[in-house]
């Protein structure tokens, strides 16, 4: 089960706002009658709009002038996915790994982009995990779009657009 909740954390070596910290990210919270996504926002027959509440450049300002702590050095808001019942342990190492791949990139001055995350392991059964940026999640994103297939057939369709027959993706369905 993921729940989403935003943590507040201050940078202990006190950088503030010289540092260029990872953007962490879900979206707005929410109350329990509230929709991430908004497909109502569309006609029936078309795809759900989907809508962010608000950016996380302006969620993160708007709680910095809201918060009696927003002027210390080193303030941020962290939004995190936290998982419970799942195992984190090889998704911390593979974020490992793709963090220093990143860093090789970035030495090597290659035209490569990677978005390293990080992922918190706080036992064998739960951990936090870094979302990216004014994104939805692949949860969020099944369940409001009836149109919505895979990545992989997405993947498909975008690198073969005049294939009008898609049969070994008919599973999907």
């Known amino acids: 089960v993921d ?10 070596d006190g950088g503030g706002e010289d540092q260029s ?28 709009v989907i809508a962010f509440r608000e950016r996380w450049a ?12 927003g002027t210390l050095p080193g303030w941020r808001v962290v939004p995190v996915i936290v998982k419970s019942h799942d195992d984190l342990r090889q998704e911390q190492f593979a974020a490992q790994i793709i963090a220093q791949c990143h860093h090789i990139f970035v030495d090597a001055q290659l035209p490569l982009s990677l978005r390293p995350y990080a ?3 706080t036992s064998a059964t739960s951990g936090l995990i870094e979302a990216v ?3 939805v999640s692949l949860d969020s994103l099944k369940k409001n779009d009836p149109d919505y297939k895979s990545l992989l057939y997405d993947l498909y369709q975008f ?9 070994c993706f008919e599973f999907l369905n």
Do not use: C, H, M
């Open 58 to 69: 302006d969620k993160q300002d708007r709680l910095r002038r809201l918060s009696p702590y």
């Open 119 to 121: 992922v918190l392991a």
């Open 3 to 12: 729940e989403r909740r935003d943590v507040r954390s201050t940078d202990e």
């Open 133 to 135: 940026p004014d994104t």
């Open 159 to 167: 690198i073969y657009p005049s294939q009008g027959s898609y049969t």
């Open 21 to 48: 910290p990872s953007e962490w990210s879900i979206g707005s919270p929410l109350s329990d009658n509230q929709s991430f996504l908004q497909p109502d926002a569309a006609p029936a027959a078309a795809a759900p």
